[in-house]
């Protein structure tokens, strides 16, 4: 019982005191200041027809909102934050050029009906 007491021990110390840690995640990806993709004229009537906006127009409306890129439950904001360097109107930049066209959320927010609770409350009497 003992011997195996002691091998515990010494496998216990030598994972926590001689085994190194794991070195820290680098990027060695080199930081480009992206630049917001250039549409014809052509190609923005049409993307206007469809009623969608522009890369250029949603950074824009993000940018006035205080946005910030979608990220998701890995990681991926903190990488986007470090990538950018934390300059957050470069991420946007770089996430509006990832579609040809989106949808506006100033739209969206004419749509949402706000819920009136004061109708559905039970009163008790």
Same mark, same amino acid.
């Given at each position: 019982?003992?011997? #195996?007491?002691? #091998?515990?021990? $010494?496998?216990?110390? =030598? *994972?926590?005191?001689?085994?190194?840690? =794991?070195?820290? *995640?680098?990027? !060695?990806?080199?930081?480009? $200041?992206?630049?917001?993709?250039?549409? !014809? #004229?052509?190609?923005?009537?049409?993307?206007?027809? *469809?009623? +969608?906006?522009?890369?250029? =127009?949603?950074?824009?409306?993000? $940018? &006035?909102?205080?946005?910030?890129?979608?990220?998701?439950?890995?990681? !991926?904001? $903190? #990488?986007?934050?470090? *990538?950018?360097?934390?300059? &957050?109107?470069? &991420?946007?930049?770089? +996430?509006?050029?990832?579609? /040809?066209?989106?949808? !506006?959320?100033?739209?969206?927010?004419?749509?949402?009906?706000?819920?009136?609770?004061?109708?559905?409350?039970?009163? /008790?009497?």
């Amino acid at each position: 019982m003992k011997k #195996e007491k002691l #091998e515990q021990l $010494k496998r216990w110390m =030598e *994972r926590v005191f001689v085994e190194q840690p =794991e070195p820290a *995640r680098t990027y !060695s990806v080199p930081y480009v $200041k992206p630049e917001l993709r250039e549409l !014809s #004229e052509e190609e923005i009537n049409a993307i206007h027809e *469809r009623g +969608y906006i522009t890369p250029s =127009e949603a950074y824009h409306e993000w $940018k &006035c909102m205080d946005l910030c890129a979608p990220g998701d439950a890995i990681g !991926s904001a $903190k #990488e986007r934050c470090y *990538r950018f360097d934390h300059k &957050c109107s470069d &991420c946007l930049k770089d +996430y509006a050029n990832q579609k /040809k066209e989106w949808v !506006s959320l100033f739209e969206n927010l004419q749509y949402t009906v706000r819920y009136d609770f004061r109708d559905k409350v039970l009163v /008790k009497k």
